[in-house]
């Protein structure tokens, strides 16, 4: 029996209206979120705990850097890329060195360690390019597989390799070295876990789930004096320079 009160299904026309509509309110809240996190996340800065410090790391990415306007705009520290593999030297880190220190920010060097190049070699090419330097902060290796060369070479090699470097670069520095540890290259070549050097991490809006020294929580951050954007960081200076 046909139920004569029951609505009679939508025509085809007003659900065609029906769907354009909704669309268009789903496009509306995409551009608003849309804005929102492009006009808000650069410039979102994490409160910061005792013993806490802002800063940034830079390499030739950021372009010239005017480091009286970087320290002018509540940014304690800075890590600058100096050099990768064993050849390669960032063509800003002299200048970024020296205008760091000049704006009287604590300042270190970092290297980005290639799987496709011994160990030892890299450590020698890192060391010429930043030297050790009373003052300076820790030195930093840079442990990612994007942008590394396409080789995978066994877990048991890449630790080897890693553990020359470190071990060179220690020794000439005197201070254990800063790990900054991807989470592709932890995924492929665990290291957080076989070692207690200080771990540089990376963690979108919250804090990191693990131990950290330096917690690296966004790659699109707005700092006076450099255009376009930066890397920013917290750290625990006084971990560090222990």
Known sequence: MVDSSAEPPPRPRARRRWLIAVVVVLALVAAALAAAWYLWFPHHRPALRPNESLGIDVSHHQGAVDWDAVA???IDFAYLKASEGTGWVDSRFAENWSGADDAGLPRGAYHFFTLCT?????AAHFLRTAPPESGALPPAVDLELVGNCSARPPAEEVVAELDTFLAVVEEAWGTDALLYVGEDWEGEYPVLDRSDRP????SFLSRPDRTWTVWQFSWWGSVDGIEGDVDL???RLDELRR
């Open 72 to 74: 002018g705009d509540g």
């Open 118 to 122: 011994p160990g030892g070699e890299q």
């Open 199 to 202: 771990r540089w991490l990376v």
């Open 233 to 235: 960081d917290v750290a």
